[in-house]
């Protein structure tokens, strides 16, 4: 596995970790949980997301072969 492939699979279960924590804030009938989700998603995102985000960016600028949502959408895809 390639560190663009790394890069990508943390920043895609990071995003998801924050969704689910939107999820449970909706989900939940406590107002103090629900508070308390919803400053956890906000929190991920704008102190782990995003900068790992830019690092991406930044990683991939830097070294185009680590471009993985490109490589995937230029491969051809093989039909049954």
């Not at 929190?43 to 680590?66: C, D, G």
């Given at each position: 596995?390639?560190?663009?492939q790394?890069?990508?699979?943390?920043?895609?279960?990071?995003?998801?970790a924050e969704?689910s924590l939107?999820?449970?804030?909706?989900?939940t009938?406590d107002q103090?949980a629900?508070?308390?989700?919803a400053q956890?998603?906000?929190?991920?995102e704008?102190?782990?997301i995003?900068?790992?985000?830019?690092?991406v960016n930044q990683?991939?600028a830097?070294?185009?072969?680590?471009?993985?949502?490109?490589?995937?959408?230029q491969?051809?895809t093989?039909?049954r």
């Amino acid at each position: 596995m390639t560190v663009g492939q790394k890069l990508h699979m943390c920043l895609s279960q990071l995003e998801s970790a924050e969704a689910s924590l939107k999820s449970f804030a909706l989900d939940t009938q406590d107002q103090k949980a629900k508070q308390l989700y919803a400053q956890l998603a906000q929190t991920v995102e704008s102190q782990v997301i995003q900068p790992l985000r830019n690092r991406v960016n930044q990683v991939e600028a830097e070294e185009p072969t680590y471009k993985v949502y490109q490589q995937a959408q230029q491969q051809p895809t093989v039909r049954r």
